[in-house]
């Protein structure tokens, strides 16, 4: 039975392999069919060794580029009958369909042939092709946990460049006191208040500590470079506290006060989708998003804040202002 399973994979791999090859060689048959017959048509109506006119020079232009998106049209219709068959191929099994369907990227994220001449709303269509909406609905528990964000973990994006935040230091409070910024993003910390605060954070890939002053003095800084949740605490003042989220691209979104959400552009494909709160350990859900959009329900739980330590990992002492 093996050798025979065997034998049915390599004969339809040679089928499609061979489907390939006569497939290639139409086209560029037709390529050069279509495009050496103007020429021709040219040299018959034309002074023998003479340069072709304008109006002739133009006109064979228009043929080569109408041609040109011929035989795109054609490519993309060749390339879904052939995922098509490869696809049917791998529900009948056959190790030869099997890895041939694994080594095909994700339907929706084909590239396909560009033009010079494309069109903004053509290019819009593809990219809308492309891309889907994610809806849906967060529920609580156990109290209110403030503000929910819901984003895409698993999405590439450029890092934020030239973008500034500011968490004022004002009444011994954090303000605001959550916030969600892209990587690369500069916070600044200014202290309106006539005491000393020393910011610092000690979570895992954006720690950072800005030392102590007070209101007059210059504001200081961090940049936030890599994606995760930044819990920032004040080093004389237990009670200070704000959390920053850090994601790794546009793709978020601030839940309703109705608990529903909603993600547009989302690149089709297998995502990670996040809900996060300050107070509730973050839910997550992955997906096979394609072009019709999905929708989800995460459900939250209130969790009451852990004691933290000073910088130097000790307890909070007493403070003298």
Known sequence: METTMNGCSQTRG?????????????????????????????????????????AEFSKLQTDVKEQRDLIIQMLQTEQ??????????????????????AALPPEGDM?????????????????????????????????DV????????????????????????????FSPRVAVVQTGTNVVFPNYD??????????????????????????????LTAPGVVEIFCNMHQKMSADILVVPNGLYTKVKADGSFRLEGVPVGSRKIVAWSPHAKAAQQRIDLTSSGAQIAFALTRQEAAAHSNKLGQAYGSYRE
């Open 80 to 101: 879904q009958r052939y995922n098509m068959l490869l696809r049917l191929l791998a529900s009948q099994g056959g190790n030869t369909a099997a890895a041939a369907t």
């Open 194 to 223: 006539s005491i000393f605060h020393n910011v610092f954070s000690m979570s895992a890939r954006n720690s950072f500590d800005l030392g102590s002053y007070r209101a007059g003095d210059k504001p200081r800084a961090v940049t």
């Open 111 to 143: 590239p396909l042939p560009a033009t010079s001449e494309s069109s903004p709303r053509r290019q819009r269509v593809e990219v809308e092709r492309r891309t889907a909406n994610v809806e849906g609905k967060v529920s609580v528990s156990g109290g």
């Open 14 to 54: 040679a089928r499609m392999n061979h489907g390939k090859s006569l497939w290639s060689g139409l086209l560029i048959g037709l390529i050069v069919t279509r495009v050496a017959l103007p020429v021709c048509a040219q040299g018959d109506g034309a002074t023998a060794g003479g340069p072709p006119t304008r």
């Open 146 to 173: 403030g503000d929910i964000y819901v984003y895409i973990e698993n999405a590439k994006g450029p890092p934020a460049r030239g973008k500034t935040i500011e968490i004022r230091q004002e009444g011994k409070q």
